[in-house]
């Protein structure tokens, strides 16, 4: 059968290269499935997704990805991230601090627009991280 070639990189490092079966994204246009011999697309990754290469035997590799892009061409898959983490690198108790702290501020209500908008930018990051490593939110 065959796999696909997947890549998934961030300005920082390579996280993850190898073979899959499947990897499946939440892009503006809605969570996409790519399975071999995938007609090629590009897509734009959404603030706070997660990411799921499945990889048969090997078990799901998840990650918590930030914005970015996802291209497919001839069975390979490129995710571009801006931001990405893979769960099991994910500290939970971080992650959940965080979230606490953007629910806070946004509970509060006496931000501006600007900071309004960077504490729900932060949950979202936040619950991405805590929906990658596992975490029931």
Same mark, same amino acid.
């Given at each position: 059968?065959?796999?696909?070639? =997947?890549? =998934? ?19 503006? /246009?809605?969570?996409i499935g790519i399975m ?16 799921r290469v499945k990889r ?18 001839? #069975?390979?898959?490129?995710?571009? &991230?801006?931001a990405a983490e893979l769960?099991?690198? =994910? ?6 601090? &965080?979230?606490?702290?953007?629910? &806070?501020?946004? /509970?509060?209500?006496? #931000? /501006? ?18 929906? &990658? ?5």
């Open positions: 059968m065959a796999k696909l070639r =997947v890549g =998934v990189v961030s300005p920082e490092r390579e996280i993850w290269s190898g073979e899959a079966d499947m990897v499946i994204a939440k892009t503006v /246009d809605g969570e071999p011999n995938h007609a090629p697309v590009l897509g734009v990754l959404v603030e706070g997704g997660v990411l048969g035997a090997e078990g799901d590799l998840v990650a918590a990805v930030h914005g970015g892009f996802l291209s497919v061409a001839d #069975n390979d898959v490129s995710i571009l &991230a801006e769960g099991d690198e =994910v500290d939970v108790a971080a992650a959940r601090d &965080a979230l606490q702290r953007a629910q &806070a501020s946004i /509970d509060a209500g006496n #931000n /501006d627009a600007e900071a309004e908008e960077e504490a729900r930018l932060e949950a979202k990051r936040a619950r991405a991280r805590l929906r &990658a490593a596992g975490e029931d939110i």
